[in-house]
């Protein structure tokens, strides 16, 4: 009787990730769409945070050379750069806007004198930032929404087919 109630459990277990497959399968290209929406809003949120630090930099400016250290890479760029106190500071998350920059050379910075991790490199602003923010958007609809596309399409062949016959 055990092995029964085991074997009922299975069989609905089974009948259940079928139906939940089918209407996975259903909703697919929507889905898809629904991620390359969520993926344009993430690289929105980012340009808008950018501009947000952009304006605390202005709204409290220091400048000062920064020296590119090791350790950069894509994602961030390292410096380091005196403040009137004395101090050198070292900002954790690196520089924004760092483009072109390579260890060992100086550069120009401006950062918020209230918060000196808050640092880009002079002249440069969230602006500089939209045409690679722009191109990870475009990157996610090429990717999902090209993914949707397919699929409906191929729902419209396998259509087409069963149509016929």
């Known amino acids: 009787m055990a092995g029964g109630g085991a074997a009922e459990l299975l069989a609905e277990v089974g009948r259940t990730a079928v139906g939940f ?3 996975v399968h259903r909703r697919l290209p929507r889905v898809l769409v629904g991620v390359a929406a969520l993926w344009t809003a993430l690289c929105l ?3 808008v945070g950018a501009l947000a630090d952009d304006v605390r930099i202005d709204a409290d400016r220091g400048t000062a050379t920064a020296e590119v250290l090791d350790g950069s890479g894509f994602a961030r760029t390292l410096v380091r750069f005196p403040v009137p106190d ?3 500071v070292a900002p954790e998350r690196g520089v924004y806007h760092p483009r072109g920059l390579q260890p060992g050379s100086t550069v120009q910075v401006e950062y918020a004198r209230s918060d000196p991790d808050l640092v880009r490199v002079a002249g440069r602003t969230a602006w500089a930032g939209l045409p690679l923010l722009l191109g990870f958007a475009a990157a996610g609809w090429a990717a999902f929404g090209g993914a949707a596309y397919l699929v409906r399409r191929r729902r419209g062949r396998v259509a087409q087919v069963a149509h016929q016959e």
């Open 21 to 23: 497959g089918r209407a």
């Open 45 to 47: 949120v980012a340009f």
């Open 86 to 88: 004395g101090r050198l």
